[in-house]
């Protein structure tokens, strides 16, 4: 699959988890829960616009995004999946996760600047 079908995917879903936060949720969950829900949300779409923007790359340049695209995929899958788990179905045991779903996301922007190394060098 490419990353642009993986930014789509991720963009639609990011999306449609908001609209989900906002009307659906509103009225059953706290506020702090709604609120971790759309910061779960706008993760997803933001990072879902940083795919597109690596998958562009790659198209332009010619050069692999496999290192940071797969390091966000999984901070995004990580993070907000698993916030989505602790709003909707209070799985404590997710708790843990959502760190580690941080630190993929930092990596993945973190191994952007080996993406800008000069590949001639």
């Not at 616009?49 to 966000?72: D, E, F, K, N, Q």
Request: charged share 5%; with cysteine.
């Amino acid at each position: 699959m490419s990353w642009l079908v993986v930014a789509g995917v991720l963009g639609c879903a990011s999306v449609a988890a908001g609209a989900f936060g906002a009307h659906g949720l509103r009225d059953s969950v706290t506020p702090e829960r709604l609120a971790a829900w759309q910061t779960a949300a706008h993760y997803g779409l933001v990072h879902s616009g940083v795919l597109l923007a690596l998958a562009l790359y790659a198209s332009a340049t010619g050069r692999g995004i496999t290192l940071p695209a797969a390091l966000i995929l999984a901070g995004v899958v990580l993070f907000s999946g698993s916030i989505f788990g602790l709003v909707l179905f209070e799985l404590r045991w997710l708790g843990p996760v959502t760190p580690i779903g941080g630190l993929c996301l930092l990596a993945g922007w973190a191994s952007l600047l080996w993406l800008a190394r000069d590949p001639a060098a």
